[in-house]
């Protein structure tokens, strides 16, 4: 494993050097330089356009190695805050802004998990409604499909984890604005609490949970094939507004704060 150096940096006099060249306190490795150098970007301390210290710099103030920092810098490219030059190095971009993102990671929180569950409803309880202004007959097919998928799964005594993913996507689909099912495929599999949350029970109450989600599932599927906005909307808000309540009586019992 990649360690941090132990030199101490050279004494320097006049004011402190920026943030980003001075050396790193924790073997945090590429992840601790993305941080700086971001903070110092979205801070304005790095102008649009301003040359990012050099390679050589870098690893000579923050004591890492060149692995590091070359990881570091393409982390920020791969963000969209840094372009690279081929023999120039790398500049900060114009407009430079941290783009939008939810780390996989935080999800194993019940409070991350609610709030993930409280945004999807303002996206899905959207979808839903449009979904049964616009939907197709082929639409309407990869719904009911994907719905049919998930008793199947639960049937067989499987969480139906994917089928119920399939199930929200399909209804993005149907939207016809494809920034639905961009949105979904970001969060990915992830908006499924049980993907992220194991919760102790029996396998009688689990059954009984599957099967009760499957009927709201159900009554979404029918709102939409009815072409009723009205109604969609509200089924998909009793959805997942139910599941919210559940992940949060969860919460209560184990005495996690849910904010």
Same mark, same amino acid.
Request: aromatic share 4%; proline share 5%; glycine share 6%.
């Given at each position: ?72 810098? !393409? ?84 969480? !139906? ?68 906005? !009205? ?29």
């Amino acid at each position: 494993m990649t360690t941090f150096s132990a030199r101490p940096a050279r004494r320097r006099s006049g004011p402190a050097p920026p943030a980003a060249l001075r050396p790193l306190a924790a073997p945090s490795l590429a992840h601790a330089l993305v941080e700086r150098l971001s903070a110092e970007i979205l801070s304005g301390q790095l102008a649009p356009g301003a040359r990012l210290p050099t390679e050589q710099d870098l690893i000579a103030t923050t004591g890492v190695s060149r692995t590091v920092v070359r990881e570091a810098i !393409a982390a920020l490219r791969a963000e969209g805050l840094v372009l690279t030059r081929q023999g120039a190095g790398a500049f900060v971009a114009e407009g430079s802004r941290r783009p939008f993102r939810i780390d996989p990671a935080d999800l194993g929180s019940l409070a991350e998990v609610l709030a993930v569950m409280e945004l999807r409803t303002g996206i899905e309880v959207e979808a839903a409604g449009l979904a049964a202004e616009r939907t197709s007959a082929a639409d309407l097919r990869e719904i009911a499909a994907a719905h049919a998928a998930i008793g199947r799964a639960i049937e067989r005594g499987e969480s !139906a984890i994917d089928q119920d993913f399939a199930f929200h996507r399909s209804i993005a689909e149907a939207t016809r604005n494809p920034q639905f099912p961009r949105f979904l495929e970001y969060l990915g599999r992830f908006i499924i609490p049980r993907q992220t949350i194991r919760v102790a029970s029996g396998a009688a109450e689990r059954l009984a949970y599957l099967r009760a989600i499957q009927k709201e599932h159900l009554a979404i599927l029918g709102a939409i094939r009815a072409r009723s906005v !009205a109604k969609a909307r509200a089924a998909m808000h009793s959805h997942l507004s139910n599941s919210r309540k559940r992940y949060q009586r969860i919460a209560a019992h184990q005495g996690e704060p849910t904010r």
